[in-house]
């Protein structure tokens, strides 16, 4: 088993930077990949990035390349989401998955193991 806990959302300002963080419990990570998804009201969740947990092999939907840096830290067992230059756009809950290495890493139904997410709200 695979337990996720997303922290950090908040308020704030168009332009600003924001970090938000997934902390894993339960199994070893080796061979998993780690990714943070989106999701506002009537929509479906967004992939936004992923991260080979191993390898440290980060992969970016296009929305967040060159804004978005996502990181993890082995020690900590947590993975990090860093958003820069936000946009109001950018405004919904993100969420963390976890599940086994795979070739669909964009894809929601990729991943078994989701946490319970975390708002981020940017005012224009």
């Known amino acids: 088993q695979v337990h996720l806990a997303e922290s950090g959302g908040r308020l704030v300002q168009a332009g600003g930077s924001l970090r938000v963080s997934c902390t894993v419990s339960?199994?070893?990570?080796?061979?998993?990949?780690m990714g943070w998804f989106r999701q506002t009201p009537g929509k479906e969740r967004q992939f936004v990035a992923a991260i080979n947990w191993s390898a440290d092999s980060p992969f970016y939907a296009d929305s967040a390349a060159g804004r978005f840096t996502i990181s993890r830290d082995i020690a900590k067992k947590t993975v990090y989401l860093q958003m820069n230059n936000l946009k109001p756009a950018d405004t919904a809950v993100y969420y963390c998955?976890?599940?086994?290495?795979?070739?669909?890493?964009?894809?929601?139904?990729?991943?078994?193991?989701w946490g319970q997410g975390t708002q981020v709200t940017v005012s224009s």
């Open positions: 998955a976890a599940d086994i290495l795979n070739d669909r890493l964009s894809y929601a139904g990729s991943y078994g193991y």
């Open positions: 339960g199994r070893t990570l080796s061979g998993y990949v």
